[in-house]
């Protein structure tokens, strides 16, 4: 492989805040050429406070590499021209407006492949194109409460918790990708493009796994589990006499003797309360006793040490600052610089890595309408002329005039 695997792919951005921006930033760095689509305000991520760099918050920044900007008011028709004929030069476009709101905008997925039967057309909405729901907008929170996923994150008998990272929209933006990637490969063969309805209330769903098929089968709602197993009690938490908090996984025999031997009681796993799986489960309160007792005599550092010596994953409970220290070391490439002319940043690299593969440093994040002459007129043929006089007739922005 000699480039990224999307190179060539032209992507179409009409989306906002997460959920989108997340996915089309992960088809860039896949080696797709995204163009994002902006209002005159621009994305509405680029003023959530409080961390910025040049101006626009961290927020946008986190999700909007490796895209270029055009700014175009699509309440204008010749705005709304200029987005269908950009649409028609694209093989994906992509959009988490409210149902319905494309279509009104003159962005309707079913005229626009009837011109260009091979497009793909991506949907991503709280709700899905269809159902009772799909006119409702819809958050991260939102999808996780309905979902059910808050009620299973906490600890038990206290409140519902919200995931500590944005797991809504992120699910929406990797289901959407691989939605994407998976019409890309089934139109090498039939020529035709699809339109994909992801929902991000779905796509929580369908996060459930096993929790989802443990209600389904028994009729009841699973707890909240703190950080615990409901099947598995030694696939858990615990804290170390420093005070700091470390896990262990321990799921099969082999590893239950490994951690009876790491805390010196060898003998343990003969104990017959909890010489197998459902045993253990059965009595899980006292042997959790046993294990707090023997993990509250060293530090968390030696009882991993000692768990992984015997062949039991475990791990130190790291912030994410820590997490991140140790990422820059790691020679994985997950923490990258992002840098223009008078600004950078560091960010979260992407985690698909290709054998091979020639890519190209991240660009920046675009300012809004940066990219407008070079867009319009590589794939339209606007010339900068005409671009200068839309500006002055307010149908494409840019921010300072540039673009």
């Known amino acids: 492989m000699t480039s990224l695997p999307l190179s060539g792919v032209q992507v179409l951005d009409f989306t906002t805040f997460l959920s989108g921006p997340f996915a089309t930033q992960l088809l860039g760095d896949l080696g797709a050429t995204v163009i994002k689509v902006e209002p005159a305000q621009g994305d509405s991520s680029r003023a959530i406070p409080s961390h910025e760099v040049g101006g626009d918050s961290g927020y946008y920044l986190a999700n909007n590499r490796n895209k270029k900007s055009v700014g175009i008011n699509l309440k204008t028709e010749r705005g709304r021209s200029l987005a269908r004929e950009l649409a028609l030069k694209c093989d994906v476009v992509i959009e988490n407006f409210r149902p319905g709101v494309a279509a009104r905008l003159g962005l309707d997925s079913t005229a626009l492949r009837e011109c260009k039967p091979e497009l793909?057309?991506?949907?991503?909405?709280?709700?899905?194109?269809?159902?009772?729901?799909?006119?409702?907008?819809?958050?991260?929170?939102?999808?996780?409460?309905?979902?059910?996923?808050?009620s299973l994150t906490g600890e038990p008998g206290g409140n519902a918790v919200?995931?500590?990272?944005?797991?809504?929209?992120?699910?929406?933006?990797?289901?959407?990708?691989?939605?994407?990637?998976?019409?890309?490969?089934?139109?090498?063969?039939?020529?035709?493009?699809?339109?994909?309805?992801?929902?991000?209330?779905?796509?929580?769903?369908?996060?459930?796994?096993?929790?989802?098929?443990?209600?389904?089968?028994?009729?009841?709602?699973?707890?909240?589990?703190?950080?615990?197993?409901?099947?598995?009690?030694?696939?858990?938490?615990?804290?170390?006499?420093?005070?700091?908090?470390?896990?262990?996984?321990?799921?099969?025999?082999?590893?239950?003797?490994?951690?009876c031997n790491a805390i010196g009681q060898p003998d343990l796993s003969a104990d017959p309360r909890y010489s197998d799986g459902r045993k253990r489960l059965e009595n899980r309160e006292s042997l959790w006793r046993v294990l707090e007792t023997a993990f509250s005599g060293e530090t968390a550092r030696i009882w991993v040490d000692r768990l992984q010596a015997n062949d039991v994953p475990a791990a130190v409970i790291r912030n994410v600052a820590e997490a991140l220290a140790d990422a820059r070391k790691s020679g994985r490439g997950m923490i990258c610089s992002v840098e223009t002319a008078d600004a950078r940043f560091d960010s979260l690299g992407a985690p698909i890595k290709f054998d091979q593969a020639v890519s190209t440093p991240s660009t920046y994040p675009p300012a809004i309408g940066e990219h407008n002459v070079e867009v319009l007129g590589d794939l339209i043929g606007l010339t900068a002329d005409e671009a200068e006089q839309l500006m002055a007739e307010d149908v494409l922005h840019a921010v300072n005039g540039r673009g």
């Not at 899905?128 to 996780?144: F, H, L, N, S």
Request: hydrophobic letters at 40%; proline letters at 5%; aromatic letters at 8%.
């Open 120 to 150: 793909i057309w991506a949907s991503i909405s709280g709700f899905g194109q269809t159902g009772p729901w799909k006119d409702r907008p819809a958050y991260d929170m939102i999808v996780q409460a309905l979902s059910g996923a808050m």
């Open 162 to 259: 919200r995931l500590g990272v944005p797991m809504g929209d992120i699910a929406a933006g990797l289901f959407s990708v691989i939605g994407i990637l998976s019409a890309l490969h089934a139109r090498k063969s039939s020529g035709q493009g699809t339109v994909i309805d992801v929902a991000m209330l779905d796509c929580m769903l369908s996060l459930l796994s096993y929790q989802g098929v443990y209600s389904l089968i028994s009729g009841q709602a699973p707890q909240p589990q703190g950080a615990r197993h409901d099947s598995i009690p030694t696939y858990r938490s615990f804290r170390a006499g420093d005070g700091r908090e470390f896990v262990m996984t321990a799921n099969t025999e082999r590893m239950w003797q490994g951690v």
